[in-house]
């Protein structure tokens, strides 16, 4: 589950895609937060952190807790998992089963950061990847139970990046904060990202260039199509297998020459990523490692449980233009950030509501033969 890359066009300017994949679907709620708007992180036994964003916010959001009629849904109970910033800083929130502990010792008088407020805390104040990090460095951070997925401890690490194409990932393991820069601008899931790094070393031999003829001694051979030289990109949909060819697809797809033509390249290359139900299954008495994240669970009687694309996101880091595409449909819905920075009142949005693309016949019908 969850494949994320930048990919640049011919002027270098970066482009952002992600998928997110579960067995189950969840309640995303897409949320424009504007400028000015105040969050609170609170962290029981510690002072909270209380902090206003500079910056307006666009982002697919989960509900942190079930509402109840006693006690609904506030504004701080929604949390990032994918976002933008009016500067082009983006924020993903991608499943690491492995994630442990906290940034570090802390004084009970010491406010600290509730790991699932890292989104807003990031795109509200924060303009590029450089500031982040610099950040990260004197806010002690704490992985917390989240009542929505049953009281599991933060399962995710993080990965965020600015409109200068700079890139980080940030993970706990093992009760240490680590936050990595990331060369290549592309991640996956487990195992930890220098990991992915160390792997890319077995794939030297990886080039775009078809090699279609052959020969063993006297005997020539060659290929009746195009297309040899992916044969040695992995072909699961593990982490591992994803890492190898989110970072193929990202460096050598062509460069396109516009904007609008970068993010429908984009687009394509994120169909790689695309998971349809069924592709791979799990039965329950035979476990697998298919339900990464905890605490949710496949619908009662359901016979295997399969991951699916839930979504996929493509932002114009430069344009501030977003764009998401839910299991249900075909084409994406657009999101103009700058023209929402607007309004100084947050909006929210069911991703379930986002329509379809209009029904073309009656544009063919209309349309004069020649």
């Known amino acids: 589950m969850c494949t994320s890359l930048i990919y640049r066009d011919t002027a270098g300017k970066p482009y952002f895609g992600r998928t997110l994949e579960l067995t189950v679907d969840l309640p995303y709620l897409m949320a424009y937060l ?22 307006a916010v666009l982002a697919v959001t989960m509900p942190a807790r079930v509402p109840t009629a006693e006690a609904p849904l506030r504004m701080d109970d929604l949390k990032v998992l994918e976002g933008m910033n009016d500067k082009g800083l983006t924020f993903s929130l991608l499943s690491y089963p492995t994630a442990a502990g906290k940034h570090e010792s802390v004084a009970m008088t010491q406010a600290v950061l509730s ?45 965020v990046h600015d409109a200068a194409g700079h890139s980080l990932v940030l993970e706990f393991n093992r009760g240490q904060m680590s936050v990595h820069d990331n060369p290549v601008g592309v991640m996956t899931n487990g195992p930890e990202f220098g990991w992915h790094l160390t792997n890319l070393n077995n794939y030297t031999h990886l080039v775009n260039v078809d090699r279609s003829t052959g020969a063993f001694g006297g005997f020539k051979v060659a290929q009746p199509d195009s297309g040899i030289a992916t044969a040695a990109l992995p072909a699961s949909n593990t982490s591992v297998g994803r890492f190898v060819r989110a970072a193929y697809y990202a460096h050598f797809t062509e460069k396109a020459a516009t904007p609008d033509l970068a993010v429908r390249t984009l ?52 344009r501030k ?50």
């Open 115 to 159: 790991a699932s407020d890292l989104g807003s805390w990031c795109l509200g104040q924060f303009d590029t990847v450089a500031q982040v990090k610099e950040a990260l460095a004197g806010q002690p951070i704490e992985l917390v139970p989240l009542a929505i997925l049953g009281g599991v401890v933060s399962p995710f690490h993080y990965v």
């Open 34 to 55: 504007p400028a000015g708007f105040a969050t609170r992180s609170d962290i029981p036994g510690h002072p909270p952190v209380d902090y206003t964003g500079r910056n």
């Open 267 to 318: 687009g394509h290359i994120m169909n790689n990523f695309d998971r349809p139900r069924g592709v791979s299954i799990d039965y329950p008495a035979q476990g697998g490692g298919h339900l990464e994240v905890e605490g949710l669970q496949e619908a009662a009687g359901a016979p295997y449980a399969t991951e699916f694309t839930s979504w996929t996101s493509l932002s114009d880091l430069d």
């Open 321 to 370: 233009l977003f764009f998401l595409r839910d299991y249900t449909s075909l084409n994406f819905t657009r999101f103009d950030l700058t023209a929402l920075a607007k309004s100084a009142e947050p909006h929210i949005l069911p991703v379930k509501r986002l329509a379809e693309s209009a029904d073309a016949t009656a544009a063919l019908l209309a349309a004069p033969a020649p």
